[in-house]
Nanobody, 120 residues
Framework: QVQLVESGGGLVQAGGSLRLSCAASRKIFSVNAMGWYRQAPGKQRELVAD???????TYADSVKGRFTISRDNAKNTVYLQMNSLKPEDTAVYYC??????????????WGQGTQVTVSS
């Protein structure tokens, strides 16, 4: 089991920056992947970025070059640095952790979400 607590959301003008944090209740070096998803009103939840054991990262095309995901294993925390924010980045952002029990089976954990609103 792992509990995830997000922070850092808020209201920002277009072109501004925010940094989201996700604090985990256990050592994240043992978590196979951690990431950020977002869900805008009326839309499906989508992957924003994730980072896997070993440091490999994946980004949605819409955020490449603007967002950076990182992890601090000593603090059991994952960050999402968001720069050059656009109104279309407005959404609830959720932290996600994936833990594999074997090569096939895994469990996903979710945080409660944090609102990011970008005004034009």
């Amino acid at each position: 089991q792992v509990q995830l607590v997000e922070s850092g959301g808020g209201l920002v003008q277009a072109g501004g920056s925010l940094r989201l944090s996700c604090a985990a209740s256990r050592k994240i070096f043992s978590v196979n992947a951690m990431g950020w998803y977002r869900q805008a009103p009326g839309k499906q939840r989508e992957l924003v970025a994730d980072i896997r054991t070993g440091g490999m990262t994946t980004y949605a095309d819409s955020v490449k070059g603007r967002f950076t995901i990182s992890r601090d294993n000593a603090k059991n925390t994952v960050y999402l640095q968001m720069n050059s924010l656009k109104p279309e980045d407005t959404a609830v952002y959720y932290c996600n952790a994936v833990i594999y029990s074997d090569s096939v089976h895994f469990t996903q954990y979710w945080g409660q979400g944090t609102q990011v609103t970008v005004s034009s």
